[in-house]
């Protein structure tokens, strides 16, 4: 158990509607981290806050957006979902702002159908 | 652009052997980090081992240690005495020092221990 604990497991939803991905890093890491695993992308990174601040931006798509809580837990808002959403998101946290030691969650499967 | 590429999709090994796993990489920077993470099939994401560029000794944790050359941008993961336990999905990473935790992955390498 990495500590990370990522809330649902699993979620299936249809085109067109709109989820909300939970993420509680693990106690005292300031961080976290929003990955995305699909067949075709394979593992992207999607964004990083510190301390409720967001840090860093990748391939995120405008339709997605996240923040990071008071309390350092973090949300990713997936909006007007399409079968593309379809993936494993993965949430990651680390003491510092690098990452250079991130831990990760057990993930959420998304299924868009 | 960094990329990371894993030329093996699928290795098998037997219990107690050794196996090799490749991974080079692409980058013009000089000051970096490359991981080895395993997905078992509970697809937790695992750090096995991590490397520093500016550290020229290869790290090692327990059975697992890498093969790491800067020049040929190469990074290797070698796994001694193979246990059925380690059958799982092993990706490459790596993360400029400063992109704040933008891991790049590679598209992973799926190995199988075999009794």
């Known amino acids: 158990d990495s500590g990370v604990t990522q809330t649902p497991k699993h979620l299936i939803t249809a085109t067109g509607q709109r989820v909300t991905l939970r993420c509680s890093p693990r106690s005292g890491d300031l961080s976290v981290y929003w990955y995305q695993q699909s067949l075709d992308q394979g593992l992207q990174f999607l964004i990083q806050?510190?301390?409720?601040?967001?840090?860093a931006k990748g391939n995120i798509l405008e339709r997605f957006s996240a923040q990071q809580f008071p309390d350092l837990h973090s949300e990713l808002n997936l909006s007007s979902l399409e079968l593309g959403d379809s993936a494993l998101y993965f949430c990651?946290?680390?003491?510092?702002?690098?990452?250079?030691?991130?831990?990760f969650g057990q993930g959420t499967r998304l299924t868009v159908v | 652009a960094q990329t990371v590429t894993q030329s093996q999709p699928e290795m098998s090994v037997q219990e107690a052997e050794t196996v090799t796993l490749s991974c080079t990489y692409d980058?013009?920077?000089?000051?970096?980090?490359l991981f080895w993470y395993k997905q078992p099939p509970s697809r937790q994401m695992i750090l096995v081992i991590r490397?520093?560029?500016?550290?020229?000794q290869n790290a090692t944790e327990n059975r697992f240690s890498v093969n790491f050359q800067k020049a040929a941008k190469s990074f290797s993961l070698k796994i001694s005495d193979s246990q059925l336990g380690d059958t799982a999905m092993y990706f490459c990473a790596f993360m400029n020092r400063g992109s704040q935790g933008n891991l790049i992955f590679g598209k992973g390498t799926k190995l199988s221990v075999k009794p």
């Open positions: 806050y510190y301390n409720g601040e967001e840090r």
């Open positions: 490397q520093e560029a500016y550290k020229q």
């Open positions: 990651a946290s680390s003491v510092g702002v690098e990452g250079s030691e991130a831990f």
């Open positions: 980058t013009s920077e000089s000051n970096y980090y």
